[in-house]
């Protein structure tokens, strides 16, 4: 796993009305400080990669739907330096994934249906704290489309 980031397995409590999906609470490990919380809706197939946040922690959880979620480490003094982490996340393997600052991710939907990404973040969104590299770009050694083993 890529130094800094951690899966925590999350409850969901199931009566017969529906459900209840924890996600993030102030006693928690892995809670640092709430800045904003925003769920990222992806159409099946659609990529959203690459983005890496300077300051921002992610909280991610998939509410519904699901998505492959890659990491991509580059940071200079990071034991993982080079790694690529994928994780299939949705309410079937309903966990939360924290990624700190400086580590490249994105994610594409799978299945038929919108997936939804919640972020409980560390601070409000602000484009200026965000670099952004196109899904394609080769200075990130990962392939995007489906491998037929
Ligand atoms: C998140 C956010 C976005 N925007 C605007 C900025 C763009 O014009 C537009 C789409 O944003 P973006 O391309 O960043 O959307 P996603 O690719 O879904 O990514 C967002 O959700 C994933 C999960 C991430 O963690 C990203 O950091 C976060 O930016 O919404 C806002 O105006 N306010 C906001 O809080």
Not at 43 to 59: D, E, F, S, V
Not at 109 to 117: A, D, E, R
């Amino acid at each position: 796993m890529i130094e800094g980031v951690v899966i925590t397995p999350l409850k969901q409590i199931f009566d017969e009305r529906g459900k209840v999906m924890h996600m993030l609470r102030e006693d928690s490990e892995q809670f640092i400080r709430f800045g904003e919380i925003y769920f990222s809706c992806t159409n099946p197939g659609a990529i959203k990669a690459w983005h890496l946040h300077k300051q921002m922690t992610l909280n991610y959880a998939v509410i519904y739907g699901e998505i492959k979620c890659v990491l991509y480490d580059d940071r200079p003094d990071s034991k993982t330096r080079g790694q690529i982490d994928e994780y299939f996340l949705s309410p079937e393997n309903y966990c939360l994934i924290t990624v700190p600052p400086l580590v490249w991710n994105g994610f594409k939907g799978l299945g038929t249906k919108v997936s939804i990404v919640a972020n409980c973040a560390t601070i409000p969104h602000d484009p200026l704290e965000i670099e952004r590299k196109s899904a394609f770009d080769s200075s990130i050694p990962y392939d995007w489309g489906i491998q037929h083993k």
